[in-house]
């Protein structure tokens, strides 16, 4: 069975500083992986997705993530946190039409 | 262009009581998908339609949840005889359907919090 794991529920940085959120995932086949972010009583919206066309991929608001087959990896990041980038980020895997998602990471960012 | 909408975003009920909420769909999707998200987890998988084939069930919906899309259109799903674990917010989602990616973006709406006295 697919699954995604995001290596710590918590993540504090300072504004300006870079961010890093961790996710691996495991799969028996190419996997389709997203990551969604959810600000507070809200729904999720779509970051970035990987279907395999490029393992480095962009994403809005300054946000990317780099997909390592090796280490079964998607982590994602940001150069430089600004302050609305706190919200909690799911990493999640797709097959066969239904998503399954991390537990989610909530990223603060201290001023 | 709207999004996925989702009615009611907020219900308080009883125990014993019965629920229904109401998903619209972005106009152009065929797929529509139901999650449920508790406090502190990522959603899980429901159920979703392909139109108004439901094409999948979870183990997560017990027989107290029933989920229609009768035209393909809007969807509802209903919880009967609530219970205090049914606590969550309900989250819908939609995809084209038609775009002939293997694995289509899913968008999200708003989604309903339900709290069960």
């Known amino acids: 069975a697919q699954s995604v794991t995001q290596l710590g529920s918590h993540v504090s940085v300072s504004e300006g500083a870079l961010v890093l959120l961790r996710c691996n995932y495991s799969?028996?086949?190419?996997?389709?992986l997203f990551w969604y972010v959810q600000y507070p009583n809200q729904g999720l919206q779509l970051l970035l997705k990987?279907?395999?066309?490029?393992?480095l991929v962009k994403g809005i608001n300054g946000f990317e993530a780099e997909f390592k087959k090796s280490e079964t990896s998607f982590h994602l990041t940001k150069p430089s946190a600004h302050m609305s980038d706190a919200a909690e980020y799911f990493c999640?895997?797709?097959?066969?039409?239904?998503?399954?998602f991390g537990q989610g990471t909530r990223l603060t960012i201290n001023p | 262009d709207t999004g996925v909408s989702q009615d009611p975003r907020h219900k308080i009920t009883k125990r014993g009581q019965n629920v229904t909420f109401r998903c619209d769909p972005i106009?152009?999707?065929?797929?529509l998908y139901w999650y449920r998200q508790t406090l502190g987890q990522g959603p899980e998988f429901l159920t979703y339609?392909?139109?108004?084939?439901?094409?999948?069930k979870s183990r997560l919906l017990s027989d107290r949840f029933s989920a229609e899309r009768p035209k393909g259109s809007f969807s509802t799903l209903e919880i009967q005889r609530t219970e205090q674990g049914d606590s969550a917010m309900y989250l819908c989602?939609?995809?084209?359907?038609?775009?002939?990616?293997?694995?289509?973006?899913?968008?999200f709406g708003p989604g309903t919090r339900l709290l069960v006295l």
């Open positions: 990987y279907t395999s066309a490029a393992t």
């Open positions: 799969s028996s086949v190419p996997p389709y």
């Open positions: 999640a895997v797709s097959r066969a039409q239904k998503l399954v």
């Open positions: 106009s152009e999707h065929n797929r």
């Open positions: 989602a939609s995809s084209l359907g038609e775009s002939g990616e293997l694995e289509e973006t899913q968008y």
């Open positions: 339609f392909q139109n108004e084939a439901q094409l999948e």
